[in-house]
């Protein structure tokens, strides 16, 4: 899988926001927030293809947590990034 290339990241107001450039309008009700994991697991692996245990390794470097536990956060965060066709 690999994060799509489309995608850029914008801190606002503390939050860190998906922006899709190019839409003609925002459509503020679908706004993405992303919390820490998530936004780490997307600089980690923006720009290259990967696999779940890629986003595991970038877990468990970066926090004190068992590869299980980084298994299901990385789980978690891969399919609401799907869900939200931020994933080719």
Same mark, same amino acid.
């Given at each position: 899988?690999? *994060?799509?290339? @489309? *995608? ?17 309008? /925002?459509?503020? /009700?679908? %706004? *993405? ?7 780490? *697991?997307? @600089? ?15 877990? /468990?470097?970066?926090?004190? %947590? ?9 789980? /978690? %965060? ?11």
């Amino acid at each position: 899988m690999k *994060i799509n290339p @489309n *995608i850029k990241i914008r801190d606002m107001v503390g939050e860190h926001i998906v922006v899709m450039p190019g839409a003609v309008q /925002t459509d503020m /009700t679908r %706004v *993405i927030a992303l919390n820490d994991s998530a936004l780490l *697991i997307f @600089n980690a692996l923006q720009g290259r293809d990967f696999e779940l245990e890629d986003a595991v390794r970038v877990l /468990t470097d970066e926090y004190e %947590v068992s590869p299980d536990v980084a298994r299901r956060d990385a789980e /978690t %965060v891969l399919a609401d990034m799907r869900k939200n066709n931020l994933l080719v």
